[in-house]
């Protein structure tokens, strides 16, 4: 089955800073890549997503960048906020069964 | 908000016993999964449900098991509860078109097994 690894697990930086987290996948016919963010006691809440006929995707400060080749793709934050502390997720899925399976989430804290 | 809801919100049960937890899909959405999320994890798949019918199901055993009605709501069945089962438990609903791929995860049951 498919193999998400997310890295890093923690990440901390300063407001206006950037933030990128990194994911690599093993299942080659995976060719949708959502991201997620949970606040502490919340939903994961789908904040962007990437599908694989695409390389880059960008919404306001959030961009989502895939290379199928490498299998890796990769969400990076700009400017950050205080609001942009929460725990991330990146993951996979094919077309034909849906089925997520998720890296193990990155806790980002944003520094005022 | 997502518009998807899952009842109850907290949940203490025994070791031994057996459990239900709800989800009511988006309006529109006709294909439901359900995700356990251990403390400090990510969601690891458990099954799907489109139409009624269960067309897909992750590395969890047959005491896991789970309904989807015709009004797209849906339950989680877990019987003979372990320790190991305490989790959050999440439901994703989704629409059931080759064009969709979106999921969007109800708020979750939290599940303490003592």
């Known amino acids: 089955g498919e193999n998400v690894e997310q890295h890093p697990s923690t990440l901390s930086v300063q407001e206006g800073d950037s933030a990128v987290i990194k994911c690599t996948y093993s299942?080659?016919?995976?060719?949708?890549f959502p991201w997620y963010k949970q606040e502490l006691g919340k939903r994961p809440q789908l904040i962007i997503d990437?599908?694989?006929?695409?390389g880059e995707k960008k919404d306001q400060r959030i961009a989502v960048t895939l290379n199928k080749t490498a299998k890796h793709f990769s969400l990076h934050i700009t400017e950050t906020q205080p609001e942009d502390s929460a725990v991330y997720f990146c993951?996979?899925?094919?077309?034909?069964?849906?089925?997520?399976?998720f890296g193990a989430g990155t806790t980002v804290t944003v520094r005022a | 908000e997502t518009g998807v809801t899952q009842s109850p919100t907290h949940l203490i049960k025994t070791r031994g016993q057996q459990v239900t937890l709800r989800c009511s899909s988006q309006?529109?959405?006709?294909?439901v999964s359900w995700y356990q999320q251990a403390l400090g994890q990510g969601p690891q798949f458990i099954f799907q449900?489109?139409?009624?019918?269960?067309?897909g199901r992750g590395n969890f055993p047959p005491r896991f098991s789970g309904l989807q009605f015709p009004n797209y709501s849906s339950e989680l069945n877990v019987n003979a509860l372990e320790l190991d089962d305490s989790a959050l438990y999440l439901c994703?609903?989704?629409?059931?078109?080759?064009?969709?791929?979106?999921?969007?995860f109800g708020p979750g049951t939290r599940l303490t097994v003592t």
């Open positions: 993951a996979a899925s094919r077309s034909n069964d849906y089925k997520l399976s």
């Open positions: 990437i599908r694989s006929n695409v």
């Open positions: 309006s529109g959405h006709n294909t």
């Open positions: 299942d080659s016919a995976s060719n949708y």
């Open positions: 449900y489109y139409r009624e019918e269960e067309n």
């Open positions: 994703a609903s989704r629409l059931g078109t080759g064009m969709s791929y979106e999921q969007y």
